[in-house]
């Protein structure tokens, strides 16, 4: 099992326990390394974490380009951010609300683009994870 702890501040970053089928805690990481608030973590098949959220600007209040990363669950680190932007390439506001990951190793986004869910259009894309 995994939990993860967002923290809500303008800097980032998240604190990530593995919890072993024993239901004791195997290892604890705070990671800080991050562009913006984490808003979402999912599994892959294949075991592989993907982490997602945006950016904040404007002193905190808005929100900016979405982002994503695959984290290394041998190493504990994220892996390189992919950044998601607006359908104008403008930047965000933009949500990421769902991650997944192909058995091709393409990462599917789905989300939004407007800073409260399920107003104004929403989007699905696919990256190239390689």
Sequence with gaps: AST???NGGPTGGFAHRWIGANGVTQWNEVISNVPGVVT???FSPSGTLLIGGHE???GGTE???GWFAAMNLATRAL???TYVEGSTGMGGPVRISGLALTPTGHVV???GFSAIRDQDGGFIRVYDGR
């Design 56 to 58: 904040l600007l404007a």
């Design 4 to 6: 993860l702890s967002p």
């Design 63 to 65: 929100i900016g380009r």
């Design 109 to 111: 986004v789905t989300g």
């Design 40 to 42: 979402l973590e999912t």
């Design 79 to 81: 892996g390189p951010v």
